[in-house]
């Protein structure tokens, strides 16, 4: 199996039925395509919904990328290799009302070659995370369960590890350990190994990637109608705040993106269309808002 080629058609395989899936909730908005080119090699498709019914602003993205290894670049993948390959699909999906959450994804696949173009290195990353505004446990036990499925299809050791793994990444730590959102999981550098076959990695991979509708639109379904109000909104920009926060200060992605001489606009397709830095802005004791901060300063084992 050629690795490279078969996960660069799986992401556009993937994103075709993840935009279609999303507009059919939608019930009004459309992706518009955007087909862009790196200098340097590849390119990629950036599908982006703007101010739709349900969602006010959503991205799935491809990428197949390819060129020298940077000074900048070696250092933050902390390698000795000379030209890279990297493959993927990224979304990020910031709905119009605050009681449906924020959800994010990623699947990727990269290599690393010498100088006579011999591969030296490859692995695979990837994951989901949701972030709510307002928590609802039922939503967040189905969102960990369907990834939990998913996993132990695989490895039963899987979804622990890969859930801490996303509760300590997705962590603004320079705001004392608060989280980005209630998680999910988050794998990484996942190579072949005496255990583990390239192949079995792949598709470990892709049934991950194949959960995400599964884990996320049904919770969409079930929150949109729920009603708002000004105050919901104010803190669902609060928080939004706070996602900005992360992307821009600690997330590997938009680092790697935007070292690599990466598309700038489908990297920051991640940041969503209105937030607020109010300052100091703490919610009161017993409000739904601080029960979400509870939550995000420690997270819970959902399954």
Known sequence: MDLKEEF???CSDLQ???CGALEEVDGGGKFEEDRWEREGGGGGLSCILSDGKVFEKAGVNISRVQGLVTPSLAKQLNTTGSYFFA???SLVIHPLSPMVPTTHANFRYFELYDGQMKK?????GGGSDLTPYYLFEQDAVHFHRTLKEACDLFDLSFYPAFKKHCDDYFN???RGDERRGIGGIFYDYLRSDSKFTGEFLFGFSKTCGDAF???YLPIVQRTKSFPYSENHRRWQEVRRGRYVEFNLLHDRGTLFGLKSNGRTESILMSLPPRVRFDYH???????PE???????KKPKNWC
């Open 8 to 10: 660069v058609r799986y």
């Open 16 to 18: 075709t039925k993840i």
């Open 87 to 89: 493959t993927g699909v």
């Open 120 to 124: 030296i290195d490859g692995w695979f």
């Open 172 to 174: 603004n730590t320079h």
């Open 213 to 215: 509708i599964k884990a």
């Open 281 to 287: 802005d703490q919610p009161r004791s017993g409000t």
């Open 290 to 296: 601080a029960e979400l901060m509870d939550v995000l």
